[in-house]
């Protein structure tokens, strides 16, 4: 995993790329100890998680969160704190990050985990925006079946979005899951088969 560390405190940022060292995955840990070059590391590449003091030469607070969140993409961003301001933890989770940690309580597999957890709900968030968006995709489709549909008074080919004409069956076949069955009705079993058709 490709992690962003933005810390200027310089021995914490290596106590915490030593953590991440002792996990059993690789880690490729880059460090940044402002705002500006967190947002100019975030902008050159993707990170697959970002551990971030709050607290910076060039920004604090919540600013400081929201930049580096906005920036940050699909990546989670972790909120590490020198103190616990429950205001600002509440504020940042309500406003998505993935977690707030203390650096005083600070463990290495609880680091680990916590990463491992904020990233692996990052990709489920992914994959269900991607669903969703697909279900809005078909059932926009399924729509346009409610609306007017030019259909040819002789042949009852429809017309299609493109012009082309296409029997109903490929028309309706190509935009839902419906699948067709063909027989013949009794009144055009009369008409195509006269008396053969009437019932015995």
Known sequence: MNILVV???QQFARLL???LAQ???SHEVVHAACLKDALAR???RRFDAVLLDPGLPDS???PTFRAAHDRAGDAPVIVISGTLDDALALEAIREGAADYLVKGGL???GVRRVVRHAVERGHLIVERDRLIHDLQAA???VKTLHGIIPICASCKRIRDDAGAWQQMEEYVRARSDAEFSHGVCPACARKLYGDLAAPA
């Open 7 to 9: 810390e200027d405190d």
């Open 17 to 19: 790329t030593a953590m």
């Open 23 to 25: 996990d059993k995955e």
């Open 42 to 44: 975030l902008a050159e």
């Open 60 to 62: 604090k607070g919540l």
């Open 107 to 109: 463990t290495p597999q």
């Open 139 to 141: 059932l926009a489709e």
